[in-house]
């Protein structure tokens, strides 16, 4: 997660004819609308019955697929501010940046903690209802948010003692970059994610093996939870990708100068939108109780619950 959800916005007009700049933004709009149509539906699904609110697997669900609309919006306006706009203030572009970070870190740590109610779940089913009640869950959410804040706003607090106060009354490209230059900022954000980037990868192979080696022997709700893991390790897998993004980024404009804002392009589409296209799957699609709902919704059909 070492690039901002900013910085696959960063293209340079002059390198995209008019028509490709079009071509673009719609693909990204259409891309950006499907999913945040799929998961209003989810949402809405969830909103409209208790069976949902009253299980924290399906509340930290709902957090997942919440948290990637935020992060998805935020994106997709940035991507087209870039296009339309190009420099924005920075007291704006710092908002926007923030809320971008933010929501792109809860997103490994919500998968990380789905995980472990999985295994709850599985491995402990005696102590499932009493460890993972309605209020814990809650309480889970809110530290995630905590976390995240933690990690992002110091960034804020550091530009503010860096930087002059007329760098606040210009305008920039919103980058992470532009928006907070300094760099210890770059060096406190490395150490920042190698850190959750191993304890997130330990929780989740802890849990897939504990998991896969209670599946041997049990229930098929045991190997749907280890399938269900595997997806959460694939999504992170993907997040994980923008940790490595600099150093890809800077041998791909490198190699292919000429055509750097189309692999800049195919990176923000792979790295950034797919992985919010996997929450729906796992839980919207895959489990039978929430399909059964959702299809009432995602179709429009009207009938009675």
Not at 190 to 211: A, G, H, P
Request: proline share 4%.
């Amino acid at each position: 997660m070492n690039l901002s959800s900013a910085n696959v916005t960063v293209f340079i007009r002059s390198q995209d004819s008019f028509s490709k700049a079009v071509t673009k933004n719609v693909i990204v709009i259409v891309i950006g609308i499907s999913i945040n149509y799929i998961n209003a539906s989810i949402f809405h699904t969830f909103s409209k019955h208790q069976i949902f609110y009253k299980n924290p697997r399906y509340i930290l669900f709902v957090h997942l697929v919440v948290n990637d609309m935020i992060q998805v919006t935020i994106t997709i306006a940035l991507f087209i501010i870039s296009y339309i706009v190009y420099k924005i203030t920075v007291p704006l572009c710092c908002a926007l940046i923030l809320l971008a970070l933010i929501a792109t870190e809860n997103t490994p740590l919500n998968l990380a903690c789905m995980a472990v109610e999985c295994y709850i779940a599985i491995c402990m089913p005696l102590h499932h209802v009493r460890i993972c009640t309605i209020r814990r869950t809650l309480v889970l959410i809110s530290f995630i948010w905590i976390t995240s804040m933690s990690s992002v706003l110091p960034d804020l607090f550091i530009t503010f003692t860096t930087e002059p106060l007329d760098f606040f009354s210009t305008k920039v490209f919103c980058l992470r970059e532009t928006a907070f230059p300094s760099p210890i900022i770059m060096k406190k954000r490395d150490v920042m994610y190698s850190v959750f980037l191993v304890i997130i990868w330990l929780v989740i192979f802890y849990t897939y093996f504990r998991i896969l080696f209670t599946a041997k022997t049990a229930s098929k709700d045991a190997r749907k939870a280890r399938n269900t893991i595997l997806l959460h390790g694939f999504q992170l897998l993907l997040c994980m990708a923008t940790y490595a993004g600099p150093s890809i980024l800077n041998l791909l404009r490198q190699w292919f100068p000429q055509n750097y804002t189309d692999h800049l392009f195919a990176y923000y589409i792979l790295i950034q939108i797919l992985p919010r296209s996997i929450s729906p799957v796992i839980y919207g699609i895959r489990d039978n109780t929430f399909r059964r709902y959702l299809k009432r919704y995602l179709l429009c059909k009207v009938t009675l619950s």
